[in-house]
């Protein structure tokens, strides 16, 4: 079920928000939202439900296990369990999503001809993984407390507005609001507004600049690729998946906030970064930040050798790209930024910051350049699109734009450039500090509300990105 959906906006949404209010027991409305978001992860996947719920319960025992275990100073035997439950959640992740990628490569590395295995891939696999993971990792080493109520378990990992595509909460996070948190009707208010500027980042402006990005990449043959479709697709699909994945993040946080939780933050306008390095500190900040504290620390971050420093940093790069997908555009994307990021550290650190702007402009190039990594889908898309990029000789020919039925999309692509700076946030902040700016504010989400709802009626959405991952 899509956030961006008739059935998710006029029938779960309400009716799970009246259920839940309807008792004061916090106790009844913990069950009541593991009960909703069963049937929220149900609705699309009826048969995964069955895996999430094993595999939470599975991590439940065996934490609780090997906890047992530490505290009878049985260090070694709690070890194995907690390390044999971490191989699970890997070997898990891996079976479902990586066996036909493993399959492919084997047959081609030796001439075989070993048959793919028909597995769908689990919706949201990727994130609940790892959120389990983190809290099994932190209970390990005492850094939460070990959750003894299996429903609280399943309630954290289930939990509807961050379990299909994140951000990737830790345990740590919402360990305390569980069974303490106090709703009250200013955050209540508040989540629902963040939730509609959320709701009209995807359905108004992600979805509209994605027709661009599939018109370049997925419908325009390579022979007609040119300067000016190849810098729209670029463009179209950068402003897509930052507005459909930060719009997602936002209506989580909102949607959290409604029910008492309070998640962090996973996007702090990442377009406006002066460097790579500042870029990954933006952007998709819940991964960035997993990555950091439960590989990159944990085989000695920085504080080792420069070539140990440098396998850390490129494994994390690696492991990150392949997170995203069973397939090497995705790895390749990831090592490319490694790479970068190595450079930066390494040689560019100190004269990044006397490019003054011009650091903005290097960093969403390079950006914008993963993003044809990330997008393609083929080793010869990716050649012909970049080599497209750097034909200034073409020239711009907005007549090639006409002729695709896209230059009406123009304002759509103001609108997001514009969204993706911190212009609008501030503009709307400063209106909101008076009565009469409060109305206007007000307006401005009933109107933001009713476009949305317009676009849904005509049917006009697709899935968010991160869907697939």
Request: include cysteine; glycine fraction near 6%; proline fraction near 3%.
């Amino acid at each position: 079920m899509l956030f961006s959906s008739l059935t998710f906006l006029t029938i779960f949404l309400p009716l799970v928000v009246l259920v839940y209010y309807s008792t004061k027991s916090l106790r009844i409305r913990n069950w009541i939202l593991l009960v909703f978001s069963v049937v929220f992860y149900s609705w699309g996947e009826p048969i995964y439900i069955v895996l999430m719920l094993a595999t939470v319960s599975l991590n439940y025992f065996t934490t609780l296990w090997f906890h047992d275990l530490q505290r009878k100073c049985n260090t070694k035997k709690a070890l194995l369990v907690f390390v044999l439950t971490l191989v699970f959640d890997i070997g898990a992740l891996a079976v479902f999503k990586y066996t036909n990628f493993i399959l492919f490569n084997i047959n081609s590395l030796l001439s075989l001809n070993l048959p793919n295995v028909s597995i769908r891939l689990p919706i949201g696999i990727s994130f609940y993984t790892f959120q389990l993971m983190s809290y099994v990792i932190d209970a390990y080493f005492g850094k939460v407390q070990v959750q003894k109520k299996l429903h609280l378990l399943l309630t954290y990992v289930a939990f509807f507005p961050q379990l299909i595509a994140g951000p990737i909460v830790r345990y740590a996070t919402i360990e305390h609001e569980l069974e303490h948190r106090k709703e009250s009707i200013q955050d209540f208010s508040e989540g629902f507004q963040r939730f509609i500027l959320g709701l009209g980042k995807k359905v108004i402006l992600a979805n509209n600049v994605a027709i661009a990005a599939n018109y370049v990449f997925a419908k325009l043959p390579l022979d007609q690729m040119t300067f000016t479709m190849a810098w729209m697709g670029v463009l179209a699909y950068t402003l897509q998946i930052y507005f459909d994945f930060s719009a997602y993040s936002d209506m989580a946080i909102g949607l959290g906030k409604m029910f008492g939780f309070n998640f962090l933050e996973n996007f702090n306008y990442p377009y406006i970064a002066g460097s790579i390095t500042d870029f990954w500190r933006r952007w998709h900040m819940s991964l960035s930040t997993w990555f950091r504290d439960y590989v990159y620390i944990p085989l000695g971050g920085n504080r080792v050798t420069q070539i140990r420093w440098v396998f850390n940093l490129f494994t994390v790069w690696f492991l990150t790209g392949l997170w995203h997908g069973a397939n090497w555009n995705f790895v390749i994307w990831g090592v490319y930024f490694g790479v970068i990021l190595i450079i930066e550290k390494l040689f560019l650190a100190k004269y990044i910051d006397k490019l003054g702007p011009l650091r903005y402009i290097y960093t969403l190039l390079l950006v914008m350049v993963s993003w044809v990594l990330f997008n393609s889908n083929g080793f010869s898309q990716i050649q012909v699109i970049l080599t497209k990029m750097v034909s200034i000789h073409e020239g711009l020919n907005v007549v090639s734009i006409k002729n695709a039925r896209l230059l009406y999309l123009w304002p759509y692509f103001g609108l997001a450039l514009l969204g993706s700076t911190p212009i609008v946030k501030m503009s709307l902040l400063r209106i909101k500090q008076n009565r009469v700016g409060y109305y206007v504010y007000f307006l401005f989400l009933l109107i933001v509300l009713y476009l949305s709802m317009m676009y849904l009626i005509s049917n006009s959405y697709n899935p968010f990105i991160y869907f697939r991952f």
